[in-house]
């Protein structure tokens, strides 16, 4: 048959299927769930980042009208925090303090002022021990992870002789760059409501992954898998924090087992500083060396972070050296220092963006240094093949994203020289830097269903996490069915429905997009082949190639005959046909190096008196594969991008340097970018096909947009104003002071 699949609505700037119920308030997030006879938890959390509980006295909180449990270490039930999964989970099961956040205790009562004010009223006596904060005063304790960097790579790859390559060297760049810790922040707050039927267990979670949920709280609840159901039909926003099931999911579940409630649990602002991640501080140190004509000889970047002192969780941000820049001497590692903090997790693009901040500043370094331009500088180092796996790339469209994102941004026009633009009391600066996100994918199945009526159900579990997955699911299943977008109903947020990964790694699309487009083809072929054996079709015994689907409908491509979905199943007494598909990554991965590419272009507005940094004007140019949806693929570019802002100028979770307490935990304190920090964001899409990535071309594009950002930014401000600074975020007393 002829395949008219990814010609219809796919690409197209289709509004958010989604869109009227969440502006209207329909969509039910974790939180709003109006369960019967529901209770509310509070959890109670550490204010010592280490140390043990000498003594808990909750005689007060309980004597609170409505409380039904105070659960702490002295009452919880046994479970393993370390089961399964990938996070290792405080969960009540002894008197250690491991972190300042840590929770300590879950107080449950009718209402939630009830629950807060007994919370309050939990008295801990504690032994404090002098914790660990510092990763600079550590670092001789620094050790090579046990585990692996994702896409299960060794923390330390070398390739050629760094020595060699630095003594060839005519000219050198060897710096360190820092960059602190930072919170993800997302608009909905965590929150479960934990609801019991029997020994089954439901769950409504804010969460990136529900099947990583169910398998998580099975494991350290002691239950089979298959007692536990997890739902997310609408999450107000990720980034890396939800993708990881946390202890509060669990404490949601124990605590409703103990009162024989549904017990719905929502962690406020404050408390998210440390129990659910966080991107770690890093501090990095990049060695350039390069020949006169700008060829690179060697390429070093050696990268520590922090973790918990219980668990481990590894920045990769020396990953993009490997693969970015042709050199035949490239070596990378990643050390860890332990500290009293929570475990730290994914944050949009971990490693590559704090990584690329590092090296992408290196490189507009070693372009001055060579007085060669940031932009030919690349260029005369670009990657033709992986330089790691030597394998050719899928596509590569970085040349294409150079040109076009530096002609839209009239990058030829720039005077190289530091200070050389000035509008008054303000330096203009213009700074660009390479940006990549690797493409990821794994196994995910889903159901289409064609109904009688002329409308169809496709499902597939996963989540939308803000990034327009119910909405580009349904544009593909569309043009795979043969069917209008507004005739097809997606559902996703279940682990009752078919298997998917976690939305993390920008995978979603790629991944769950495959299995809708699989579904949907076979649910159509199996339509197709009811109406072509049966002497009752005007279509009957046309060959399968001679018939295209389109509208609901099959056509004959000469247009001798049509005959409708609805009216096929209808004379065989069908009210639905469907078909299940389970894809997954091939033997692609193997042979061909995948990764999406960009180019940014920042205009910095520095106040010459102040300090102050205003990012005035952006260009993003990316080579990602095919686009799904124009408008969401546009959405998801500007809010990395704007992501990357925050974290060149603003975001910084600081602690009590004595203490360990988060100082500035809310968005008061916290800063992240408003509207009038955000300049007009013009996005590039260079068009690009991508024929090996999987069978639907695209490569994701949740994550590229912050990579690169951190450092075009920086590069702008030092070309602003000469000054240099490689140690985020760029606020203005490093441009006063240093
Ligand atoms: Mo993203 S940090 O892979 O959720």
Redesign the pocket.
């Known amino acids: 048959m002829n395949s008219s699949e990814m010609k219809g609505v796919v690409g197209k700037p289709l509004n958010r299927v989604d869109g009227h119920a969440k502006v209207t308030g329909t969509a039910r997030y974790a939180a709003e769930f109006p369960v019967a006879k529901l209770v509310h938890g509070v959890t109670i959390q550490s204010t010592i980042a280490s140390g043990k509980i000498a003594q808990i006295d909750t005689r007060a909180a309980e004597r609170v009208p409505g409380v039904l449990l105070v659960m702490t270490h002295l009452n919880a039930p046994k479970v393993s925090g370390e089961a399964g999964g990938e996070r290792k989970l405080p969960l009540l099961q002894d008197n250690q303090v491991r972190y300042s956040g840590q929770h300590l205790g879950v107080v449950v009562a009718d209402t939630f002022e009830h629950a807060m004010q007994a919370a309050a009223m939990v008295n801990i006596r504690y032994d404090e021990a002098e914790p660990v904060l510092h990763l600079k005063d550590n670092l001789d304790k620094a050790y090579v992870p046990q585990g692996k960097i994702p896409r299960n790579e060794p923390p330390d790859s070398a390739h050629g002789s760094i020595e060699q390559g630095l003594a060839a060297a005519a000219v050198k760049v060897e710096q360190t760059y820092t960059t602190p810790i930072e919170n993800h922040n997302p608009m909905e707050p965590h929150a479960t409501t934990a609801v019991w039927q029997g020994d089954r267990l439901l769950l409504y979670n804010a969460t990136?992954g529900v099947f990583g949920d169910k398998k998580k709280v099975a494991a350290v609840l002691g239950m089979p898998p298959e007692n536990v159901r997890t739902m997310s039909y609408f999450v107000g926003g990720?980034?890396?924090c939800k993708?990881s099931t946390w202890a509060h999911v669990v404490l949601a579940a124990m605590a409703a087992r103990q009162v024989n409630r549904p017990v719905k649990l929502v962690l406020g602002r404050i408390q998210m500083f440390g129990p659910v991640g966080f991107r770690p501080e890093t501090m990095q140190q990049v060695s350039l060396g390069a020949t006169r004509d700008g060829k690179l000889t060697a390429l070093r970047h050696a990268g520590t972070s922090i973790t918990s002192t219980f668990d481990e969780f590894i920045e990769p941000v020396a990953k993009t050296a490997r693969m970015i820049y042709a050199c035949p001497n490239i070596e990378t590692s990643h050390r860890l220092v332990q500290l009293n903090v929570g475990t730290p997790t994914?944050?949009?693009?971990?490693g590559e963006a704090s990584g690329s901040f590092a090296l992408e500043s290196a490189m507009d370094e070693l372009a001055y240094a060579l007085k060669i331009d940031p932009i030919e500088l690349r260029l005369r180092n670009y990657a033709e093949a992986d330089p790691d796996k030597n394998l050719p790339w899928s596509s590569k469209s970085l040349r294409e994203c150079y040109q076009q994102g530096a002609a839209r941004f009239g990058w030829q026009k720039r005077n190289p020289t530091p200070r050389s633009m000035r509008d008054g009391d303000t330096l203009i600066g213009w700074g660009m830097a390479t940006a990549t996100y690797p493409t990821n994918r794994s196994p995910a199945s889903a159901i289409a269903q064609i109904k009688a009526d002329g409308t169809a159900i496709v499902r597939s579990g996963s989540q939308d996490i803000g990034t327009g997955t119910y909405t580009v699911m349904t544009q593909i299943a569309a043009d795979a069915l043969g069917m209008p977008a507004e005739k097809i109903q997606f559902e996703l947020g279940d682990t009752n429905l078919p298997e998917t990964p976690v939305?993390?790694?920008?995978q979603t699309a790629a991944s769950v997009g495959s299995a809708v487009q699989l579904a949907g083809v076979a649910a159509r072929n199996k339509l197709l082949q009811l109406a072509l054996a049966d002497q009752a079709s005007p279509l009957y015994g046309a060959a399968a190639e001679d018939v295209i689907a389109q509208n609901g409908s099959f056509l004959l491509k000469n247009k001798a005959a049509t005959e409708t979905y609805g009216a096929i199943l209808s004379r065989h007494g069908l009210k639905t046909i469907e078909a299940r598909a389970d894809a997954k990554p091939g033997e692609e991965k193997e042979k061909y190096s995948m990764h999406s590419f960009g180019a940014q272009f920042a205009e910095v507005r520095v106040n010459l008196n102040s300090g102050e940094v205003r990012v005035s004007r952006w260009v993003g140019a990316f080579g990602v594969g095919r686009l799904l949806n124009a408008k969401t693929a546009n959405s998801q570019l500007i809010g990395g991008i704007v992501y990357g802002i925050g974290m060149a100028l603003m975001e910084h979770t600081v602690m009590d340097p004595n203490r360990g307490r988060v100082v500035n935990a809310d968005l008061a304190e916290y800063h992240v970018p408003v509207n009038a920090d955000v300049p007009n964001i013009d996005v590039i899409f260079v068009d690009e096909h991508d024929p090996h990535v999987n069978q639907i071309g695209v490569k994701g594009i949740?994550?590229i947009g912050i990579t690169g950002t951190a450092a075009a930014i920086a590069n702008a401000v030092y070309h602003a104003t000469g000054q240099r600074v490689r140690d985020l975020p760029i606020t203005l007393d490093k441009l006063l002071f240093t």
């Open positions: 990136q990720g980034f890396g993708g994914f944050m949009r693009a971990p939305s993390g790694g920008s949740g994550e």
